[in-house]
């Protein structure tokens, strides 16, 4: 079965800083990977996803990811935060097939911006 | 516009109360599922349906149904709630979970209380 870690809790920043979410994840094959946000009161938002081919994904809003199978991660990062991204974002990840698919969410990351 | 509904956005019950939170989705989505959101466990699968008439439990599918009669529709029932289902409840559907990477989207969420 997968699993999927977010180590950190809670993280804050200051807008215009750079930002990275760490992502674990834990599965036999290459999983299909995801990062979703939720903002207050919200449902969630896909943020981007990895299947295949280019390790590095880009996303909506500024975000990109990393994928990096040797160290089963697939960081999220954004170069220069603004206030708006203030949230809590999800990483994900989607196995098998068939009527075996499954999507695994992590606990989440709450993301504070100072400003 | 595409979207998926569910209904109630908020309610409060008694415990042995039996209930229904509606989801429907208008873009003829084959995948549909359930999530249940609580404080420091993120989301977590209660039920998912590959199509109409095929449904199959999640992580947490104790003391809910669900069913698929017809392909937008997909009602999350507890027969008898109980104090430890108060929760945020997600609806979510994907144009297809088969073993695809399919972008989720999400309902507005139903924030339940069962007292």
């Known amino acids: 079965a997968q699993s999927v870690t977010q180590p950190d809790i809670h993280i804050t920043v200051s807008e215009g800083a750079s930002l990275e979410l760490r992502c674990n994840y834990s599965?036999?094959?290459?999983?299909?990977l995801f990062w979703y946000v939720q903002s207050p009161g919200q449902g969630l938002q896909l943020l981007l996803k990895?299947?295949?081919?280019?390790?590095l994904v880009q996303g909506i809003k500024g975000f990109e990811a990393e994928f990096k199978r040797s160290q089963s991660s697939f960081n999220l990062r954004k170069p220069s935060v603004h206030w708006s991204d203030a949230a809590e974002y999800f990483c994900?990840?989607?196995?098998?097939?068939?009527?075996?698919?499954?999507?695994?969410f992590g606990k989440g990351t709450l993301l504070t911006v100072n400003p | 516009e595409a979207q998926v509904t569910q209904n109630p956005r908020y309610l409060i019950t008694v415990t042995g109360k039996k209930l229904t939170v509606t989801c429907s989705q208008n873009?003829?989505?084959?995948?549909m599922s359930w999530y249940r959101q609580d404080p420091g466990l993120g989301l977590r699968q209660i039920y998912y349906?590959?199509?109409?008439?095929?449904?199959d439990k999640g992580d947490v599918p104790e003391g809910y149904k669900v069913s698929r009669k017809e392909k937008r529709n997909f009602p999350l029932i507890l027969e008898s709630p109980s104090p430890n289902q108060t929760s945020l409840y997600f609806c979510?559907?994907?144009?297809?979970?088969?073993?695809?990477?399919?972008?989720?989207?999400f309902g507005s969420g139903t924030q339940l209380s069962v007292l």
């Open positions: 979510a559907s994907s144009l297809s979970g088969v073993g695809v990477s399919e972008k989720l989207f």
């Open positions: 599965y036999g094959a290459t999983p299909y």
């Open positions: 990895y299947f295949s081919g280019d390790t």
């Open positions: 994900a990840v989607g196995a098998g097939g068939g009527s075996n698919y499954k999507l695994t």
């Open positions: 873009m003829n989505h084959e995948y």
């Open positions: 349906s590959m199509n109409v008439e095929a449904t």
